[in-house]
């Protein structure tokens, strides 16, 4: 019986079966029984095991089985001060690390990041993505993050590796010069450049990034809204035709706050006007004011050009009609403006017209 006791007493089997998929790094549990010498180590694919003398890091095992003696213990047989070999029970905390990836980890800005737009001046930028890290030191990742926590999950390492992730980005798109429409076309590279700042921090953790990936980069609402009213009318940064297509807008749209706003100040300078008619005391005017000018009519369609691969434009219909003079544009040309289903050939819009006045190639000689 007191065999048997003592027997249980010590430990002889050290392993670890997590099936949590969040846990990073876990704690063999010893419940105050010490590790026998011989016993057996098991580690198993995408882990590894950390052995912890007394504070001090002292064995770090890779996937395998290990009997645990002098010759595979070196560190752990300096700091126990053992010449000659050991029979007797020694204790050291053991702490598994799960070294697979980490996958679908969130990131994304708070606060917007001010960048200067070569076409739109400074503006603000919001981006969000998704990434996958794993434990590529176990010792390092012991002594700089877990410490003495039992039980370590993701969680409680992904909102530091999100400001990190969150700062380079930051700076990345900043300097970046790509111009804000452009960007959708280029999140891989971006990507590759966060991917590449973010390394060296957090190898200091232990850590490795395998994978990152920026999922969108945006603008605030309020300025994608003004960018899909610009795409509509295709005026690209005409003020004077976007100020006119917003009074036409607002006439054809009388229930609107603008058009309700148009109205009122209509109706105050046709009252003004009305009362420097009347002159003094309702007399009549020696002579009428001047009537106001009508309001200038909507803008008409602007369409844009594929040409080699590249977008040109917004050209009004003057500007088609003397390229199709000039056989700039063609019934194959690949044309489209706001309200079109896609590109499309000129002979199959409402450019066709144009297309009609241009006399066909002479016949060859």
Do not use: C
């Amino acid at each position: 019986m007191v065999f048997d006791f003592l027997k249980g007493e010590f430990i002889d089997v050290i392993s670890w079966l997590d099936d949590t998929r969040d846990t990073m790094v876990w704690r063999f549990e010893r419940r105050g029984n010490a590790i026998k010498y011989g016993a057996k180590l098991t580690v198993r694919e995408g882990q590894a095991a950390v052995f912890v003398h007394e504070g001090q890091l002292a064995d770090v095992f890779g996937p395998g089985l290990y009997m645990l003696e002098t010759n595979n213990l070196p560190i752990l047989t300096t700091l126990q001060h053992w010449d000659h070999g050991f029979q007797s029970p020694f204790q050291s905390e053991i702490y598994f690390v799960n070294t697979t990836r980490f996958n679908d980890q969130k990131w994304g800005t708070k606060n917007p990041i001010m960048a200067r737009d070569p076409e739109f001046g400074p503006v603000r930028l919001r981006a969000f993505g998704t990434y996958s890290m794993r434990v590529s030191d176990p010792g390092t990742f012991i002594k700089e993050i877990v410490g003495t926590d039992g039980e370590f999950t993701a969680d409680e390492i992904s909102n530091q590796i999100r400001n990190v992730i969150v700062q380079e980005a930051s700076q990345t798109l900043a300097k970046s010069g790509i111009p804000v429409l452009d960007m959708a076309g280029n999140t891989g590279d971006l990507g590759k450049l966060i991917a590449t700042a973010i390394t060296p921090k957090v190898g200091d953790y232990g850590l490795s990034i395998p994978e990152f990936y920026i999922e969108n980069i945006s603008l605030p609402e309020e300025v994608e809204k003004v960018l899909d009213k610009r795409t509509s009318i295709g005026v690209a940064g005409d003020l004077s035709k976007y100020m006119q297509f917003n009074a036409a807008e607002s006439l054809d749209n009388p229930g609107s706050g603008a058009g309700t706003m148009m109205g009122a100040g209509m109706a105050a300078g046709m009252g003004a006007a009305m009362g420097q008619n009347m002159g003094p005391w309702g007399a009549a005017p020696a002579a009428a004011a001047p009537a106001a000018p009508p309001p200038p009519p909507p803008a008409g369609k602007a369409w844009h050009i594929a040409d080699n691969g590249q977008t040109k434009g917004p050209f009004s219909e003057a500007d088609l009609a003397q390229m199709a003079q000039t056989g700039s544009l063609t019934r194959a040309t690949l044309v489209w403006t706001a309200g079109q289903d896609g590109w499309k050939p000129a002979a199959d819009t409402d450019l066709t017209r144009l297309l009609a006045q241009v006399p066909p190639p002479p016949p060859a000689v």
